[in-house]
């Protein structure tokens, strides 16, 4: 696999010449959205006014323009943007996906199926809604992976059957083959209640978390620290996270800088990155040409990818049974 700086050299040395005709590109594409966003904005505001002082209509009204207004406006948005979006996929980021590894397939409006975000039992509750793109799959050292983007959501409703959604988890997805069938689960989650309240409180708080299997505890302080961990299985779970496994696992949280949750059930592992946004989307409002926006496209594909080297996954340190 390809190192950062080798993929970095290929971005500005082989795709710079795609990146000023993009850049161009954006700028035409920013001020077309500016016009529209106007536009939109003078008239739905008349068009609101108008009808206010025809018919007397009072504050829900307003609530529905604005609700409207912003649908609308996220509508025409994305069909502004397609083509671009598009271009950049297929000239930017399928090429860099390319030069990581020849042995990846990638398909912009593909994600990793909904089953085996439900297998991971990461994230409890119901599903509703699931999206993503930029898929990519292959075989690396002979371990199967594929991850993408995912915006995972769940529907409510109100009273007045109002509807609203709120996400469940959104950033990058990630499943590989770990080389062993596990006959439990063993889930890995970022320890937010002993990092809010404190070791005593807050390990009665992840004891007590109903929803989750039986709580357990490693002898490693650190990870402790950063990580709960929930399992059917004591003694399993403990030969699987061992001590060089939990300090791989710690060196990648502070790579990735994001919420970090890892689980391992049937015979693979399972990564979730929360960042909140999706991930190989090209910049509208901001220059294809800075380094620090070169740099993200860059460094989240190779943490992506060397996700098998950092943990390992490679080396046959375990036998399927």
């Given at each position: 696999?390809?190192s950062?700086?080798?993929l970095?050299d290929?971005?500005?040395k082989?795709?710079?010449p ?16 500016i016009?529209?966003?106007?536009a939109l ?6 068009g609101?006014?108008a009808?206010?002082n025809?018919?007397?209509?009072g504050?829900d009204?307003?609530a529905?323009?604005l609700?409207?207004y912003a ?7 994305k069909?502004?943007i397609k083509?671009y979006?598009d271009?950049f996929?297929?000239?930017i980021i399928?090429p860099?996906?390319k030069?990581?590894?020849n042995?990846l ?22 599903i509703?809604?699931?999206?993503g793109?930029d ?5 690396i050292?002979?371990?199967?992976i594929?991850f993408s983007d ?9 009273s007045?059957?109002?509807?609203s959604?709120?996400t ?5 997805f990630i499943?590989?083959?770990?080389n062993?069938?596990?006959h ?10 002993q990092?809010?309240?404190g070791?005593?409180?807050g ?5 007590k ?6 709580l357990i505890?490693l002898?490693d302080?650190e990870f402790?620290n950063?990580?709960?961990?929930y399992g059917?299985d004591?003694i399993e ?17 502070k ?9 391992f ?5 399972h990564?979730a990155i ?12 901001s220059?294809?040409l800075?380094?620090k ?7 989240t594909?190779?943490?992506?990818i ?5 943990l390992k996954?490679?080396q046959k340190?375990?036998s399927?049974r």
């Open positions: 696999m390809k950062v700086s080798e970095t290929f971005y500005y082989v795709l710079y795609t990146l000023n005709k993009l850049e161009k590109d954006r700028k035409h594409l920013r001020y077309r959205i016009l529209v966003g106007f904005t003078f008239v739905f505001f008349l609101s006014l009808l206010q025809a018919f007397f209509l504050l009204f307003f529905f323009v609700f409207a649908g609308i406006g996220a509508f025409v948005y069909i502004l083509g979006t271009d996929k297929s000239v399928h860099l996906i030069e990581l590894d042995r397939s990638y398909t912009h409006l593909f994600h990793v199926a909904q089953h085996l975000f439900e297998r991971s039992q990461l994230f409890q509750g119901r509703d809604r699931i999206s793109n898929f990519v799959n292959g075989e050292d002979g371990v199967k594929e995912l915006h995972v959501e769940r529907r409510h409703k109100d007045r059957g109002r509807e959604w709120t469940l988890f959104r950033g990058l499943v590989a083959d770990f062993k069938t596990f439990g689960k063993t889930v890995v989650l970022p320890d937010s209640a990092k809010t309240f070791d005593l409180i390990g009665w708080l992840q004891s978390n109903l929803g989750r299997d039986e505890k002898d302080v402790e950063k990580f709960v961990v059917t004591q779970a403990r030969y699987i996270l061992s001590h060089s496994l939990m300090k791989r696992i710690l060196a990648f949280k790579k990735t800088k994001h919420p970090l949750y890892i689980s059930v049937g015979h693979a592992i990564i929360e960042y909140n946004k999706d991930l190989f989307e090209p910049t509208v409002f220059s294809l800075d380094y926006t070169a740099m993200e496209y860059v460094q594909l190779h943490l992506a060397g996700i098998i080297e950092e996954l490679n340190l375990w399927k």
